[in-house]
């Protein structure tokens, strides 16, 4: 769709829900299991930085479920595409 408005500028439009919150994970896989993981919370909302973001370890308004809808997310795509290392 970018091309649409200039085929030889495209642009990219992102769209953010505002007030989101921006969660990473990091993790070790080992034959397709997860074995260690770190769950990172953004301090500034999702979509403010632009690629030095600043991170919460451990995170402080995560609520458990929250956390371990991640880390079940994690061991899925560990699983799936059969992880061995970070």
Not at 16 to 35: H, K, P, Q, S, T
Not at 55 to 79: F, G
């Amino acid at each position: 769709e970018a091309a649409t408005v200039s085929k030889d500028h495209p642009v990219v439009i992102s769209d953010f829900i505002e007030g989101a919150m921006e969660i990473e994970m990091d993790g070790v896989g080992r034959n397709g299991e997860l074995i260690a993981a770190a769950i990172h919370e953004h301090i500034e909302n999702a979509g403010v930085h632009s690629g030095d973001a600043t991170l919460c370890l451990p995170p402080q308004n995560l609520s458990a479920y929250t956390k371990e809808r991640v880390r079940d997310a994690a061991r899925k795509i560990v699983k799936r595409l059969n992880i061995t290392g970070p």
